[in-house]
């Protein structure tokens, strides 16, 4: 019964590189969220997805930053020209129901990217 | 402006002892709360939750006490172990119809042997 997978674990690009980052919730889990964590901070969300629809994207950068969970295959982090301030830990969670202040989310090993 | 505040960054705690870790927030909506413990280079994992219409929750060894009207949570651990020492963060959810947790900055427990 695998749990949330990420990958890459770890990605390194250049400024102005594209950064894709993929997530494939637990089993049965329709609901994605994607968090980030900068140094020594709290993990601070981005986006939440269920298949095919973004339900909130008020944590996401305006700009750059998009993200997608199509009807097959794992939900997409999708990072345009990066620059050395995206560099952080992004985590992605995923929940089976959806249900409103009951639900548990449980998290993935995260990507580590790093912008050079 | 930070809704969820974990004032402890750090706490040192002898084994076989309680440890005790707190939460507070400022957001009234909130009202489903839970703890996420995190070791390095991995993702966070669940640990306990606790609604807003219970005081407390209990789970083995970790338990969970909610003061609603002082906005305040605390986890108590007890007996603490050396697998324990790792950092512990607090996280809360509002019921507006969208699931979002709100995570406070951690706390970074360290089981003394």
């Not at chain 1, 390194?12 to 494939?24: D, M, N, P, T, Y």
């Not at chain 2, 974990?6 to 957001?27: A, F, K, M």
């Not at chain 2, 669940?46 to 002082?70: H, M, P, Q, W």
Request: net charge positive; proline share 6%.
């Amino acid at each position: 019964n695998a749990g949330v997978m990420q990958n890459p674990r770890h990605l390194v690009r250049r400024r102005g590189q594209e950064a894709r980052l993929r997530c494939s919730p637990m089993k049965g889990h329709s609901h994605v969220y994607w968090y980030r964590q900068l140094p020594e901070e709290g993990l601070k969300f981005m986006v939440y997805l269920q298949k095919e629809n973004i339900i909130d994207e008020s944590g996401m950068p305006k700009e750059r930053f998009s993200a997608e969970f199509p009807k097959e295959g794992p939900s997409i982090l999708r990072i345009q020209q990066v620059v050395r301030g995206d560099s952080a830990a992004y985590f992605c969670a995923s929940s089976p129901y959806g249900r409103q202040g009951t639900d548990t989310q449980y998290f993935g090993p995260g990507t580590r990217l790093t912008v050079l | 402006d930070q809704q969820v505040k974990q004032n402890s960054p750090s706490l040192s705690v002898q084994e076989g002892r309680i440890s005790i870790l707190n939460c507070d927030y400022t957001n009234s909506m909130f009202d489903y709360f839970l703890w996420y413990k995190k070791y390095p280079a991995e993702g966070p994992t669940f640990l306990i939750s606790i609604s807003s219409i219970k005081d407390k929750n209990e789970d083995g060894r970790f338990t969970v006490f909610l003061n609603k009207s002082a906005k305040h949570l605390s986890l108590h651990i007890v007996p603490s172990q050396p697998g324990d020492s790792a950092v512990y963060f607090c996280a809360a959810m509002a019921n507006f119809g969208n699931e979002k947790l709100t995570f406070g900055t951690g706390t970074r427990l360290t089981i003394i042997p």
